[in-house]
């Protein structure tokens, strides 16, 4: 089946160091999602991409939809603690399949 | 204030029992899935429904069983069959436009076999 390849896998860092993830697949997307989820809760949304080489920012945190249209990352810029949790991506083949979802970066802010 | 709601919190099942965990959304999705999810995995789709009364299996639909009577309701049943239910399940919602979907979470309940 589709599958998406999260790296890193978890990731420790100091605090005010800047952090970039990303998610690969052999197919082709076209939707790419990025949600943290803190412990104990649902995922929250960050960002929503949904064009070829779309760069998208919220806040201190910006994601690019990749031209090939199978990769996308995120970076946080300046890490606080409260940056602390698990952050997915998900990707959508086609209009109407399912979201297929990576199996998450565990990032680590030292103060 | 619109949004995903799950209950409970935290489910407890005994052995041979069925439970049933609750989400709703006043969000006006017509797309409504299950998700499971366990420790250091990603989400794995068991259900989802497209629209009222019609709803199709995902990649881990044994043992578990749903409805959809109402747009707003989307009830998930984990069945006696399911030898290990012990997870945290996710319910989401979903509005698909012309560009794509986006999905949105509910906080999750977390189900534990005495």
């Known amino acids: 089946g589709q599958q998406l390849n999260q790296s890193p896998q978890s990731m420790f860092i100091q605090e005010g160091e800047d952090v970039s993830m990303n998610c690969t697949s052999s197919?082709?997307?076209?939707?790419w999602l990025w949600y943290k989820q803190e412990p104990g809760e649902g995922p929250v949304l960050l960002i929503a991409?949904?064009?070829?080489?779309e760069l998208t920012s919220n806040g201190r945190l910006t994601a690019q939809f990749g031209i090939t249209r199978k990769d996308s990352f995120l970076n946080i810029s300046a890490s606080i603690p409260s940056d602390v949790g698990i952050y997915f991506c998900?990707?959508?083949?086609?209009?109407?399949?399912?979201?297929?979802f990576g199996k998450g970066t565990k990032l680590s802010v030292k103060p | 204030d619109g949004g995903i709601t799950q209950s409970p919190k935290y489910l407890f099942r005994k052995e041979g029992q069925n439970v049933t965990l609750s989400c709703e959304q006043n969000?006006?999705?017509?797309?409504m899935y299950w998700y499971r999810q366990d420790p250091g995995q990603g989400l794995r789709l068991i259900y989802y429904?497209?629209?009222?009364?019609?709803?199709q299996k995902g990649d881990i639909a044994e043992g578990y069983s749903v409805s959809r009577e109402k747009k707003e309701s989307f009830p998930l049943t984990v069945t006696s069959a399911q030898k290990n239910p012990t997870a945290f399940y996710l319910c989401?919602?979903?509005?698909?436009?012309?560009?794509?979907?986006?999905?949105?979470f509910g906080p999750g309940t977390r189900l534990l076999v005495l």
């Open positions: 989401a919602s979903s509005i698909r436009t012309s560009v794509g979907e986006t999905q949105y």
């Open positions: 197919s082709i997307f076209n939707t």
């Open positions: 991409l949904y064009k070829a080489g």
């Open positions: 998900a990707g959508q083949v086609g209009s109407q399949g399912n979201l297929i």
């Open positions: 969000l006006n999705h017509d797309a």
């Open positions: 429904s497209q629209i009222v009364n019609d709803f």
